[in-house]
């Protein structure tokens, strides 16, 4: 009974561990860097910051 529980705890475990290890990486597709900002690794951080900036440009000239 206790190593029931034992392995149920591990189990429970693994997959939280699972799922912050998977929290960690980067939110763009095929990308699996270190979260920098946002949920995006560095590069992706910065791409997304600059195609922002570039809309909020456009949008003056509107
Ligand atoms: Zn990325």
Do not use: P, Q, T
Not at 2 to 31: E, P
């Amino acid at each position: 009974m206790k190593k029931r529980i034992l392995l149920l705890a591990m189990v429970s475990m693994i997959m939280l561990m699972a799922v912050a290890c998977g929290s960690k990486d980067c939110k763009a597709k095929n990308c699996s860097n270190d979260i920098y900002e946002d949920g995006l690794c560095e590069v992706h951080y910065f791409e997304k910051a600059l195609k922002d900036g570039l809309k909020d440009l456009e949008g003056l000239f509107d």
